[in-house]
């Protein structure tokens, strides 16, 4: 995978007290009201724990919810994340985009992304296709993005106002032809 300066990666940058799910759902939401088409996964549930929410994610567009984990045989203890559906997941944002998206979200980069699995060509394909990126990124996995990224991404802090400032840069290349002026990832380097 290649990065550029034109990449429009940003990195949201969460610790265990910030919920960048919420955060990027009322974004999401915010830009849909505007007449934006953001499409991407948004996390929903925390844990594989019988007592929370189960683990899957929100598609963007349409806010299908598709779960994420497989439980395993009876009695097995606890649940993993299931590649398959994740990745069936995946296929349907790739359509959204191919339809017309202005920003892919993705609520994790995890360890199957740094391995350059999980939602790694999703990113991959958007970046390609000229769309900004917006991805949470937890604070002990930044140093894989930014490997993953070949450092062609901008680090945001997990905050409504940050989100905010950034979009306002890359809104306004929407409209420009990409190869034209400089993009928040310049800018921010």
């Known amino acids: 995978m290649t990065f550029d300066a034109q990449c429009d990666l940003a990195a949201v940058v969460f610790g265990p007290h910030d919920d960048p799910d919420r955060l990027f759902l009322d974004f999401a939401d915010d830009l849909s009201r505007s007449g934006h088409r953001p499409a991407g996964l948004i996390q929903i549930g925390r844990s594989c724990r019988a007592q929370d929410p189960r683990l899957g994610v929100l598609m963007l567009p349409g806010r299908e919810v598709a779960p994420l984990v497989d439980d395993g045989p009876p009695g097995a203890a606890g649940c ?56 949470a990124v937890p604070e002990h996995r930044f140093a894989e993005l930014i490997r993953f990224a070949e450092g062609m991404n901008v680090r945001l802090a997990c905050r409504r106002e940050a989100l905010d400032r950034w979009w306002q840069s890359v809104a306004g290349q929407l409209a420009r032809p990409r190869n034209g002026g400089c993009t928040f990832c310049e800018i921010g380097k």
């Open 80 to 135: 993993r994340l299931d590649a398959g559906r994740l990745a069936v997941a995946a296929q349907r944002v790739a359509g959204a985009i191919a339809g017309g998206s202005d920003l892919v979200i993705i609520s994790r980069f995890g360890r199957m992304e740094a391995e350059g699995g999980g939602l790694a060509e999703l990113i991959a394909h958007a970046i390609n296709a000229d769309i900004p990126v917006l991805i």
